[in-house]
């Protein structure tokens, strides 16, 4: 046996094996019409399970389960200080199956399973102890007002933050536990219910986060687990009446449909979407560390991270040093299952993914790219594509303007900081930026500047609970994280008293 290899749970192959349907009402419950997604290993392109294909009648069922659960009053009429004790009980849940769900995302996924551990699963658990905190701090005004009429009469005045209501939580591939939980959370600690749209690709982790979810105390009814296809199970549940806040994280085309689907119901909804995030380096930054920013912003979880770094603009300088530093260092990584502990490089998603990303390096080469490390697919069997560096580009090339989502770097250098910062916008995207320099007042100038969701310094790419997390632009509306997060899943009401 390789010791390299994490040997898989009973657990979790008792799981792959079984005939998963919905969740609804705290029920498993198969697809109306019967019909079945397979599910692939990305490392080995075999199929290692199934999930129902729910359509627009079982749109129906998941979403009046949901209503029920939130005209019943079993959560949001519970005492804040409850909804808080049982979220904490979840996040004590998820962490005592951690092992469990960080092999089931690496095997349905494909990241390294050390990214599965301490990402999907460690900062998850602290996220929802985090937000599980919010469920007792979500507070109102009082407002003097002014009003005149009837004269002699006094008025007071106030806002409370009172639940949305039904919540549709539609979440992407590329950290499927973690993003759901992103929305699950906030949306719970604000005494919403729940249906839960895993993308197509990637439905296991949240199917389990459902049913973990029963076993902490959460009612049935409050989180029901929705698996089919985006254009039609995931259409029918933007489009339903009885949805009162969309919460979507995926690419911004899907995103703008979704926008649309929700204004004619006028449902509430916060994207967000995909980016182009450039990563600058000034001239004074220290190599070492902006090689291990590259490194980390950019090839963490393959590329497929909606921050990651993907276009890097350093002073000429010191292009050549830090561009030499990256593409040695991933010439010479290995690749391997997410299961291998020492593989470096992990598969993407899926072959369509692969495919994409393969596309994107064919358009590099004929727009005369010069390609430093990478550039293709490997020949061993699964989706792997070589982590790639890119030079010899410009704002007028596919793949500088265009979001790849894998790991594809280009690299441009630059002679001033104005130039760099124009071109660090010369995007229709904005969720994320870094900016590489110990110049404290180069930081304290720039960063207002940059058009983009969150600006890290001398970092790229790490998330913490309180900060708020969203994009500019085409990246999308609203934020994720921090009381903003809460307060997106709650309507404001004025409420005025003539005494
Ligand atoms: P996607 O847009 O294809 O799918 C996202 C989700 O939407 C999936 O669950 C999918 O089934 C569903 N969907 C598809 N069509 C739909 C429709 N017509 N109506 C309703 N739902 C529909 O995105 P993806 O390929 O899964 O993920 C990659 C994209 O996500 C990238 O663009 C990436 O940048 C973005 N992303 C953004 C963030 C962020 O926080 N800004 C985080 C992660 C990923």
Redesign the pocket.
Known sequence: MDQNLVPVLPVVSAFLRKEHGLLVDGTSVQARAGGRIEVRNPATGEVIASVADGDEQDVEALVQSAHRAFAGGVWSGLRPADRERILLKFAEVIEAHGEELAQLETLNQGKSIHISRAIEVGASVEYVRYMAGWATKITGETMDVSIAVPQGTRYTAYTRREPAGVV?A??????PLM?AI?KLIPALAAGCTIVL??????PLTALRLGELALEAGIPPGVVNVLT????????????HPLVSKIS????????K??AH?AVDNMTRFS?????KNPMVVLADADVDKAIQGVLMGGFLNQG????AASRLYIHRSKFDQIVEGVADTVRGMTLGSGLDLTAQVNPL?SSK?QQSVCRYLDIARAEGARVLAGGGKSDRPGYFVQPTVLTNVDHSKTVVRE?I?GPVLVAMPFDSVEEAIQLANDTPYG?AASLWTNDLSAVMNLTPSIQAGTVWVNSHVPLDPNLP???HKQ??VGR?FGRTAVESFTELKSVCIAH
């Open positions: 549709a539609i979440v992407p591939w590329n950290f993003i992103w749209k895993p993308s197509t690709e990637t089919g296809r985006g254009s039609r199970a995931g259409q029918a549940l933007a489009s979507f994280t995926g690419s911004t085309d899907i995103g449909t979704v689907a994207l967000e979407l995909g980016g497929q991270v909606c921050a998603v993914q979001e989502f969720l997390f969203g994009g990246s999308g994720e």
